[in-house]
């Protein structure tokens, strides 16, 4: 849904707990217990219907007797009743409520009364977290609404778990570690409030420095990934995902399908909304730990300096094993070392200072290598010796690692590492192994890695040629035929209609054809058998290369006819296709493809191809659109983008041409939505280009239409006009999650009176959680226009030319799309102008031709300008209390009307 009423949830200023029991080690009992003995301030009513006293308060014995609408509802009773008791609350005024209760799986009159509640709670937008749940716990205002055996510690985490098992068992050991949580949320069954409701609420909880997940399965992807990408732009999302393995790889029949199996697609979706994920729950605040401590990341090359080989080389291992870098040591920081290392020291990088290492050594070389500007991280290891004990060691580093300009992490190895912590500084995390060490540096690389991502939104319509009509026209045909695999002719074309090279090839229905077809091209030939019922050819002995003469290409399809009869007797063969014999001695075998997933629909995959690609199962996936900076992304997550880039007397591949391809494969899925599976296996990549060899596409005519399917929503540039204001061209345009830097710059501009008017608060700047919301939007569920003009050129200052937001209108709308609630901003130089006007007007026609019913705002009874502007847009403006105007435009059904007040037929 949304964020609606959560803060009833969450902030309630009563609470009222139905099935409230004083029966010994009940559900009701233990709640209560939890209610009254955590400080919650506000009145907590039990209800039962036997009992006139529970807990030594009064109960009462209906929602109807209660004497005032509880805010919050917390329902522990049978599962029967609960739609009954929703609808019941909702009438009364409540607006939030925790189901405990399991059992709503259970159908009722032909619907499971899971549903029945939702129908009950909809008409009120009462929001429910659960069924089946532990509950939550908010300890900051002494809410502890759960039937959890122990309460949370005050802190600045926010825990969120769909397992009520792990929930308590995480509790529980957090409360041993002394971890404190801003809040604690158990999602049961979630029938309503889900992952996303909650990232967007905690995005923007002052309270809440990081949020932790325990995610079994997402729903509603687009609406969690949304939600996810905003949360993480403001703080570290951390997540841990069980069920790593997935039957459905198993059943793919096309090769992409069989290697993107739903864990790796998880992957793909987590990076690609900024959340850091990780192996284990320990990990989850091991993470959240580091990310708060750490100095400023500055990139991923680490430095290792200890006294001893073997930690050294332990740390190297679990670097290089986990995708890190090892920094390379610059000729200074060699010469400056040269004169502290004994000459039978190492050199290099791990750096082994040897055993007989002081403190002053550690210092001299920290020294060196901490100015050194291709090294980005340190770790300082030290396993205690009779020479120099960790004690010594940590102590003589401190003021050292205190200084450092860049991240710092320290591994006091032995049983004196844990008293030697307590003396590093506290921005210097201290582990007692060098794995745990180097594993919490790659935790901060991968997260700062993910963060990048978040910048991109890449078009709805890249710029390449591309004939959209000849694709369609191929893919319409087959359908029409009843055929859901293309031939491979049929599946080249279509990739040829988007830009991507192939190999020439022609079909013969039978042998006396291939002569032709052969003379055509010219020799040497490869020669493919044609049926829709085999999907890997060189598993039946379908493909011949090298095909030099005509008598030679006449046995050879003798040959393959007997061998696919023999091998898949019961596949039908309509023929054979010929092709050029592509010899590019160079050149890499790769995979390009596309497959959907149940739950993150359309996924792109790129590996290392060839027969053996399962086997070999180097791949990466990335969820769609993409661009090239995601493109080169995907690249480089895979172990054969390191050959790609060159070595001995091998050229590098034409790294750009295929990143061009993956662009163009992504357009090609937003574009033709019966696409369901493709692969391009192999697709040569050498220093002249790519080159498809052979590919494979399976339609699906019921698939959602366009870019509906994509988790993640393209940037709509068919939205972006060209406006005139003030004698020059504007840019009309959605605005996206790289303005970041450009909004903050247009909000200092506006004066302080008008964020007064825009935000209803005294406001010197807007706080940064707040400037990520406002970017990193959720094209589905809001939009904001901004005008944009060329700034003016500061060549004198030595800066470049960049562009300026002259104002914003922005409109959010609620899960039904009845009502979207609206605001303008104008930079405070340009107010009076016609700059509002002309984004209010690009504002309701969105709004309109979207289908939205209404658009409301408001704005204070002192603001003129905006009162003028929605009156001639055609807003109702009602006056309120506490000195606010409320503006309401009813969009359908209702004469249209320009900013002028003019009706529009």
Not at 876 to 884: M, S, T
Request: hydrophobic share 45%; glycine share 8%; proline share 6%.
């Amino acid at each position: 849904m949304s964020r609606r009423n959560l803060e009833h949830l969450f902030n309630p200023r009563s609470i009222a707990l139905i099935g409230a029991s004083d029966r010994p080690h009940s559900v009701g009992a233990t709640v209560m217990r939890n209610l009254l003995g955590a400080g919650f301030a506000g009145p907590v009513w039990p209800v039962n219907l036997r009992h006139a006293v529970v807990a030594g308060r009064r109960a009462y014995s209906s929602v109807a007797e209660l004497p005032e609408a509880p805010q919050l509802a917390v329902i522990c009773t049978p599962a029967p009743g609960i739609p009954a008791l929703i609808s019941e609350l909702g009438a009364r005024g409540t607006r939030a409520a925790i189901v405990i209760s399991a059992g709503l799986e259970e159908r009722v009159g032909g619907t499971t009364l899971a549903t029945a509640m939702l129908e009950a709670a909809r008409p009120f937008t009462l929001r429910i977290l659960g069924p089946n749940c532990i509950g939550l716990l908010v300890p900051g205002i002494g809410l502890n609404a759960s039937f959890a055996h122990v309460g949370a510690r005050k802190g600045p985490l926010a825990f969120i778990a769909q397992s009520g098992a792990l929930t308590t068992a995480m509790l529980d050991w957090a409360d041993a570690q002394g971890i404190g949580f801003s809040h604690f949320i158990s999602l049961g069954n979630a029938a309503d409030v889900d992952f996303g409701d909650l990232l967007d609420h905690l995005a923007r909880d002052g309270e809440t420095r990081a949020i932790l997940l325990y995610i079994e399965a997402v729903t509603a992807a687009r609406k969690f990934l949304s939600a996810a990408r905003t949360a993480a732009r403001n703080k570290p999302v951390i997540v841990v995902k069980s069920g790593r393995t997935s039957a459905s790889a198993l059943a793919a029949r096309s090769h992409s399908g069989a290697l993107a199996g739903a864990d790796a697609v998880y992957d793909a979706a987590f990076r690609r909304a900024g959340i850091l994920r990780v192996g284990a729950t320990r990990e989850l605040f091991d993470a959240a730990e580091i990310l708060a401590r750490l100095k400023p990341y500055a990139g991923p090359r680490l430095a290792i300096v200890g006294n001893g080989g073997g930690p050294g080389v332990m740390a190297t291992d679990a670097l290089t094993g986990c995708g890190g870098h090892l920094a390379e040591l610059g000729a200074e920081t060699l010469r400056r070392l040269d004169a502290v290392l004994p000459a039978s020291g190492s050199r290099a990088n791990p750096l082994d200072l040897g055993g007989d290492a002081r403190p002053e050594r550690y210092v001299a070389a920290l020294g060196a290598v901490l100015e050194d500007p291709e090294i980005d991280a340190v770790l300082v290891i030290h396993a205690p010796t009779a020479v120099a004990s960790v004690e010594e060691v940590a102590t003589a580093c401190v003021p050292v690692l205190s200084r450092a300009r860049r991240p710092v992490l320290a591994c006091w190895m032995g049983r004196e590492g844990d008293a030697a912590a307590a003396s590093v500084a506290a921005d210097v995390p201290v582990y007692s192994t060098p794995e745990e060490a180097v594993g919490a540096f790659v935790h901060v690389a991968r997260y700062h890695e993910s963060q990048a991502l978040l910048l991109e939104a890449p078009a709805s319509i890249p710029e390449f040629v591309r004939d959209v009509s000849a694709a369609r026209a191929i893919l319409a045909a087959a359908s029409k035929e009843g055929r859901p695999v293309l031939t491979e002719p049929e599946a080249k074309g279509v990739l040829a209609a988007y830009g991507v090279p192939i190999v020439e090839t022609r079909i013969a229905g039978g042998i006396s054809e291939l002569a032709d077809a052969a003379q055509s091209l010219g020799y040497p030939i490869v020669l493919k058998i044609l049926s829709p019922d085999i999907s890997h050819k060189s598993d039946v002995g379908g493909v011949a290369l090298d095909i030099e003469t005509p008598e030679a290409l006449q046995r050879a399809a003798a040959a393959m006819l007997a061998r696919c009869r023999e091998l898949a007797p019961d596949a039908r063969i309509e023929g054979f296709t010929v092709q050029q014999m592509i010899r590019r001695g160079g050149a890499h075998e790769l995979i390009v493809g596309m497959t959907v997933d149940s739950t993150f629909g359309p996924t792109i995959v790129f590996g290392q191809g060839g027969t053996a690609v399962e086997v070999i199962a180097d791949r990466a996936l990335a969820l769609p659109p993409l661009n090239a900076i995601l493109a080169r992304d995907l690249i480089s997550r895979t172990r054969v983008s390191r050959v790609l880039t060159g070595y001995r007397d091998r050229p590098a591949a034409d790294r750009a041409a295929l990143e061009q391809t993956l662009v163009k494969l992504s357009q090609l899925v937003a574009d033709l939505p019966e696409v369901a599976e493709l692969d391009i296996n192999p697709l040569l990549a050498d220093e002249h280009g790519v080159l498809a060899l052979d590919a494979r596409i399976r339609i699906d005519a019921a698939a959602a239409p366009g870019t509906e399917r994509f988790a993640i929503r393209p940037y709509p540039c068919e939205l972006e006009e060209r406006a005139d204001f003030g004698g020059r061209r504007i840019l009309l345009r959605p605005i996206r999650p790289e303005d970041f830097d450009q909004h903050r710059r247009f909000l200092g501009a506006i004066a302080a009176e008008d964020l007064r008017a825009r935000f209803f608060a005294a406001l010197r700047q807007v706080p940064q959680r707040e400037l990520a919301y406002l970017t990193q939007i959720d094209y589905d569920r809001e939009m904001a226009f901004i005008a944009e003009t060329p700034g003016q050129s500061a060549a004198a200052l030595g800066e470049s030319t960049r562009k300026e937001t002259l104002g914003v209108a922005r409109a959010c709308t609620d899960p039904e799309n009845l009502e979207a609630e609206f605001a303008v901003l104008v930079r405070s130089d340009l107010k009076g102008r016609g700059l509002g006007a002309l984004l209010l007007d690009k504002l309701i026609r969105y709004c309109r031709e979207r289908g939205t019913r209404r658009m409301v705002g408001q704005t204070l009874s002192a603001n003129a300008r905006m009162l003028k502007l929605a009156s001639a847009a055609g807003f109702r403006i009602e006056q309120k209390e506490g000195g606010l105007c409320e503006l309401t435009c009813e969009l359908r059904g209702a004469a249209r009307r320009d900013v002028r007040g003019t009706d529009i037929p």
